[in-house]
């Protein structure tokens, strides 16, 4: 049936072609061809392959089309035809544990699976008043995470960070320890060098076991790193219309926003924020808007961010960061010292924490945050010796506990922990804050900090 069906995708619309008229840089125009935008076409090449483009734009009379290969052999007066007006993508149970680039083929040298649904790679999101409210937690595995940010299924997260500070080991130890039903792992713009890496070493044989894996590499076309992040998410789609509990991990939107980029740019629209046309910024929200819960099953997004600069406030980042439901932040500073993994704590949050743990939790995370703000507050006077012991009580428990505040944070990348796990090691380390403070040495006088009133 699969066959018969692929076979009518190719027989029905080919009354439908044109002809190659001019290529400017990355871009095809071709007359008389009236295809719908984001259909596939193909190219002939004379006695070479054809090759196959996506439809982006107009101009006049003229449609634009972007290759999904290099152009070499195209010339004037060849011949293109319509495919596929509508873009879509097979899918099935017998996904899990393969690895396909962004145009849905096998990369893993291992024969096709029967794959019976055909998911449409563009779809609308689900309706606001059709979201079931978050309520159940989403494991991760992460102390740092679990803990103090605890993520919900259904919720949708961002990682930002720099370049090197750790976003793919930290994605690789969440999809081997986290508690989805299924994993579903794009990524976009990578290195060619290090897609074999993430798959053999951060996400390892057990994490690949229940994982789809969808690769564009940074050499492919624009249109084919855009199309790997729509296939993913159709990919989620499905799973979760199937009942079960998704998490998606798209590394990373800024790559993707700079395909678009590309795209846009090559069909005449005009550069507006930074050099981003206008359709990066409405391309974000309609992609990102499609994780989420529904009657069925949920998809957790986890999306990767590379900060321009460590500027978190760079147009992607202040984008993405408006439109998801809470942010990770990780810290290069704290990545050189270190400290894995480089979550900076106090700059994180999590907006469904409040909905899906429980109100002791909220509150022992709460507190670790106040004695860690306290003590970041006054690290430069602890540093080198200004400052005087019994000037404030949090930072006086932040002294006292440093060592252990950074033993639960701290977690080796092949370390799991359980949320209940999780919760015992943070109610004793906020037990630990609550011991006596030794009484202060009497007779000293204190810095200008030790006048202050301790700090409640």
């Known amino acids: 049936m699969q066959q018969i069906e692929q076979q009518l995708e190719q027989i029905v619309p080919v009354a439908l072609t044109g002809t190659i008229t001019r290529i400017v840089g990355l871009t095809v125009s071709a007359a008389g061809f009236p295809a719908p935008l984001g259909s596939i076409c193909r190219i002939s090449r004379g006695q070479n392959d054809p090759v196959v483009a996506e439809v982006v734009g107009f101009k006049g009379d003229e449609t634009l089309l972007l290759a999904f290969s290099t152009l070499t052999g195209v010339r004037r007066g060849h011949r293109v035809s319509l495919v596929q007006s509508v873009q879509g993508a097979w899918v099935g149970d017998m996904l899990p544990g393969r690895v396909?680039?962004?145009?849905?083929?096998?990369?893993?040298?291992?024969?096709?699976?029967?794959?019976?649904?055909?998911?449409?790679?563009?779809?609308?999101?689900?309706?606001?008043?059709?979201?079931?409210?978050?309520?159940?937690?989403?494991?991760?595995?992460?102390?740092?995470?679990?803990?103090?940010?605890?993520?919900?299924?259904?919720?949708?997260?961002?990682?930002?960070?720099?370049?090197?500070?750790?976003?793919?080991?930290?994605?690789?130890?969440?999809?081997?320890?986290?508690?989805?039903?299924?994993?579903?792992?794009?990524?976009?713009?990578?290195?060619?060098?290090?897609?074999?890496?993430?798959?053999?070493?951060?996400?390892?044989?057990?994490?690949?076991?229940?994982?789809?894996?969808?690769?564009?590499?940074?050499?492919?076309?624009?249109?084919?790193?855009?199309?790997?992040?729509?296939?993913?998410?159709?990919?989620?789609?499905?799973?979760?219309?199937?009942?079960?509990?998704?998490?998606?991990?798209?590394?990373?939107?800024?790559?993707?926003?700079?395909?678009?980029?590309?795209?846009?740019?090559?069909?005449?629209?005009?550069?507006?924020?930074?050099?981003?046309?206008?359709?990066?910024?409405?391309?974000?929200?309609?992609?990102?808007?499609?994780?989420?819960?529904?009657?069925?099953?949920?998809?957790?997004?986890?999306?990767?961010?590379?900060?321009?600069?460590?500027?978190?406030?760079?147009?992607?980042?202040?984008?993405?960061?408006?439109?998801?439901?809470?942010?990770?932040?990780?810290?290069?500073?704290?990545?050189?010292?270190?400290?894995?993994?480089?979550?900076?704590?106090?700059?994180?949050?999590?907006?469904?924490m409040k909905d899906v743990a429980p109100a002791n939790r909220i509150a022992m995370a709460e507190r670790l945050k106040q004695v860690l703000a306290a003590y970041r507050q006054s690290e430069d006077l602890i540093n080198i010796g200004a400052y005087q012991k019994g000037a404030s009580g949090q930072v006086d428990t932040a002294v006292r506990c440093l060592q252990e505040i950074h033993a639960f944070l701290r977690q080796r990348p092949d370390q799991h922990s359980s949320l209940e796990e999780t919760a015992q090691q943070l109610q004793h380390l906020i037990r630990l804050f609550d011991l006596p403070p030794e009484p202060a040495q009497p007779g000293r006088r204190g810095s200008a900090m030790a006048q202050q009133p301790a700090a409640r």
């Not at 679990?146 to 259904?154: A, F, S």
């Not at 099953?297 to 408006?322: A, H, K, Q, W």
Request: proline share 6%; glycine share 10%; net charge neutral.
């Open 100 to 352: 396909i680039d962004g145009r849905g083929r096998f990369l893993d040298n291992r024969p096709a699976p029967p794959l019976p649904h055909r998911a449409a790679l563009q779809r609308e999101s689900i309706s606001p008043l059709n979201r079931p409210r978050i309520s159940d937690p989403l494991t991760t595995g992460v102390r740092a995470i679990d803990g103090v940010h605890t993520c919900g299924k259904g919720q949708r997260l961002g990682i930002f960070a720099g370049s090197g500070v750790g976003k793919s080991t930290l994605l690789g130890q969440i999809a081997r320890n986290s508690s989805a039903d299924i994993n579903v792992v794009c990524l976009v713009g990578e290195r060619g060098r290090e897609v074999r890496e993430f798959i053999e070493r951060d996400l390892g044989p057990e994490g690949l076991a229940r994982s789809v894996v969808v690769v564009a590499t940074g050499d492919e076309p624009a249109v084919v790193r855009l199309r790997a992040a729509f296939l993913a998410t159709a990919v989620a789609e499905y799973f979760r219309d199937t009942g079960k509990d998704v998490l998606l991990m798209m590394d990373s939107v800024t790559r993707l926003a700079l395909a678009q980029r590309e795209i846009g740019l090559a069909a005449g629209e005009p550069p507006a924020t930074r050099g981003y046309p206008p359709s990066v910024f409405a391309l974000l929200p309609r992609l990102l808007e499609r994780s989420g819960k529904n009657e069925h099953g949920s998809i957790t997004g986890l999306y990767t961010v590379l900060v321009e600069g460590d500027d978190t406030n760079e147009p992607v980042s202040d984008t993405v960061r408006g439109i998801l439901d809470g942010h990770i932040m990780l810290s290069r500073h704290l990545a050189e010292a270190g400290h894995w993994p480089a979550i900076d704590i106090l700059a994180s949050i999590s907006r469904s």
